[in-house]
């Protein structure tokens, strides 16, 4: 099976602009999560996606959104970005159960100037 | 407090050794616990998952669950250069999310 891709691999920015986060899950996984990983926070959770619904979501602000399409695939949008917002973002699938691994994507790296 | 939390590190280990890396969690509803393996640059990878209280082996890994100390571990036996990387422990309960602990990055030295 072919695993997690996310596109675009890298992304340069400038502050105030928004960027929008392309993930294609594991052929047969339905559950899609967003992480943020920085130096200084290390891995934070996003939110993750279910058959298109939201089921949890983290300590990000409004700037910070996502959603799931009917195939399964999912994007994050964050907009008005600021310079704070550079970092590895995350995909992640898993096939839908809360105790099941969740299998991550190569990432995009995101710089913001 | 964090809701995950791993020993300190760097760990530097010669080649051959046990490497041994700790974590502890906050949640005592936590039902699933992960630790996965990432070099840098990269996206982590899974090296194991455990479910139940006891030892799981896989190879050179063995992952250790004690729930009632809120505690897993991971031993690398037989410590290869290959295993330099940056160690995650993540833990889940029911809320659909991974918390992760801010890594042990593991040196092993030919």
């Known amino acids: 099976k072919a695993g997690v891709t996310q596109t675009p691999r890298y992304l340069i920015k400038t502050r105030g602009q928004q960027v929008t986060l392309s993930c294609s899950p594991i052929s047969g996984h339905r559950s899609v999560s967003w992480y943020q990983q920085t130096p200084g926070q290390g891995l934070q959770f996003l939110f993750e996606y279910f058959s298109e619904t939201q089921r949890n979501k983290g300590n990000f602000p409004g700037r910070f959104s996502g959603r799931q399409f009917s195939n399964s695939r999912s994007e994050m949008n964050v907009s008005t970005l600021e310079l704070g917002d550079s970092a590895l973002y995350l995909c992640?699938?898993?096939?839908?159960?809360?105790?099941?691994?969740?299998?991550f994507g190569p990432g995009t790296r995101l710089l913001v100037l | 407090q964090k809701e995950v939390e791993q020993n300190s590190g760097p760990l530097s280990v010669p080649e051959g050794a046990i490497a041994s890396l700790n974590c502890t969690y906050s949640d005592r509803g936590s039902q699933s616990f992960f630790w996965y393996r990432q070099y840098s640059g990269k996206s982590p990878e899974l090296i194991m998952f455990?479910?139940?209280?006891g030892d799981k082996e896989d190879g050179r890994f063995t992952a250790q669950l004690n729930k009632a100390s809120q505690y897993v571990s991971l031993l690398i036996r037989d410590s290869q250069p290959s295993d330099s990387a940056t160690y995650l422990c993540?833990?889940?309960?029911?809320?659909?999310?991974?918390?992760f602990g801010a890594g042990t990055t593991v040196t092993v030295r030919a």
């Open positions: 993540a833990v889940t309960s029911n809320d659909y999310k991974l918390s």
């Open positions: 992640a699938s898993s096939p839908g159960t809360p105790q099941e691994t969740q299998y």
């Open positions: 455990i479910y139940s209280n």
